[in-house]
């Protein structure tokens, strides 16, 4: 069994008496890629913040790389800040700032490097992220929605993360860009080793890349697994999700695709 490299116990997240998530339990795996799926409304960005500790949940505790982060001092912090990276929806370019520039922003934090050293580490992020060296100097603006996704994934692979947070990585992409992104994840998983939390409700990408899909339902983690294992349980949205007409396609076209580890079925 991996080794759970992120675990949450009893959070709960509250606006006001709206209860968002309540004894919310769930664990990813070290070199997994995960995915939170859930519908609308069921709180996956809130989840995302709370981890990320955007917002700190109102009860239960997050542990990452092994440190709780509620008791987490400002030397931790530091550490655990510059072992993950965030792709947020559509990049979360600075816009005033060049590709080059946003991928330095981490480093700019993070490290002491000189100016040559940063653009030499921003030059490769560019190439790792499958973007021309061109690229480099031009800015959000200028950029396709491809193009901006994959220079928000250089930013976020800058200081060589151990986990790697993306909220809806192929949003809005046209079918062949999302399956570029897709392929381009997995190669980069498989070649550098880092996990992978996914919030997405692109079908073809959950097939195609996931290890384990975690469902968010009833304010909680309902049920993680494999796509298979999850269509074992009896909740109507699950079977909805993955065995409606997009579903089937998905599933049709991602039969010759990466295998799946043999995981068990975690009930939240």
């Given at each position: 069994?991996?080794?759970?490299?992120?675990?949450?116990?009893?959070?709960?997240?509250?606006?006001?008496?709206?209860?968002?998530?309540?004894?919310?339990?769930?664990?990813?795996?070290?070199?997994e890629?995960?995915?939170?799926?859930?519908?609308?409304?069921?709180?996956?960005?809130?989840?995302?913040?709370?981890?990320?500790?955007?917002?700190?949940?109102?009860?239960?505790?997050?542990?990452?790389l092994?440190?709780?982060?509620?008791?987490?001092?400002?030397?931790?912090?530091?550490?655990?800040?510059?072992?993950?990276?965030?792709?947020?929806?559509?990049?979360?370019?600075?816009?005033?700032?060049?590709?080059?520039?946003?991928i330095?922003?981490?480093?700019?934090?993070?490290?002491?490097?000189?100016?040559?050293?940063?653009?030499?580490?921003?030059?490769?992020?560019?190439?790792?992220?499958?973007l021309?060296?061109?690229?480099?100097?031009?800015?959000?603006?200028?950029?396709?929605?491809g193009?901006?996704?994959?220079?928000?994934?250089?930013?976020?692979?800058?200081l060589?993360?151990?986990?790697?947070?993306?909220?809806?990585?192929?949003?809005?992409?046209?079918?062949?860009?999302?399956?570029?992104?897709?392929?381009?994840?997995?190669s980069?998983?498989?070649?550098?080793?880092?996990?992978?939390?996914?919030?997405?409700?692109?079908?073809?990408?959950?097939?195609?890349?996931?290890?384990?899909?975690?469902?968010?339902?009833e304010?909680?983690?309902?049920?993680?697994?494999?796509?298979?294992?999850?269509?074992?349980?009896?909740?109507?949205?699950?079977?909805?999700?993955f065995?409606?007409?997009?579903?089937?396609?998905?599933?049709?076209?991602?039969?010759?695709?990466?295998?799946?580890?043999?995981d068990?079925?975690?009930?939240?």
């Amino acid at each position: 069994m991996a080794e759970n490299i992120i675990s949450l116990r009893g959070v709960g997240n509250r606006f006001g008496s709206h209860v968002v998530h309540t004894e919310l339990d769930l664990d990813v795996r070290r070199g997994e890629i995960l995915g939170l799926i859930g519908g609308s409304g069921a709180g996956k960005s809130v989840l995302l913040r709370s981890i990320l500790w955007l917002r700190p949940p109102d009860d239960g505790e997050i542990t990452v790389l092994g440190v709780p982060l509620r008791a987490a001092t400002d030397a931790q912090w530091k550490a655990i800040r510059r072992r993950w990276g965030v792709l947020f929806q559509d990049g979360a370019l600075y816009s005033s700032l060049t590709v080059s520039e946003n991928i330095q922003v981490p480093l700019r934090e993070f490290a002491s490097l000189s100016p040559a050293m940063m653009r030499d580490i921003a030059a490769m992020k560019i190439s790792l992220a499958g973007l021309r060296p061109g690229a480099a100097d031009l800015y959000p603006s200028e950029l396709s929605g491809g193009m901006r996704k994959r220079a928000g994934l250089a930013r976020a692979l800058a200081l060589d993360p151990a986990i790697l947070f993306l909220d809806e990585p192929t949003a809005g992409l046209d079918p062949l860009a999302a399956e570029a992104f897709d392929a381009l994840l997995l190669s980069l998983r498989d070649a550098l080793g880092f996990t992978v939390v996914m919030i997405t409700h692109d079908l073809d990408s959950i097939h195609t890349v996931c290890d384990r899909v975690a469902v968010l339902a009833e304010k909680r983690i309902y049920a993680v697994g494999t796509i298979e294992e999850l269509l074992q349980e009896d909740y109507p949205w699950i079977h909805e999700y993955f065995t409606g007409p997009r579903g089937r396609a998905a599933m049709k076209a991602g039969e010759t695709g990466k295998k799946r580890p043999e995981d068990t079925l975690v009930r939240g």
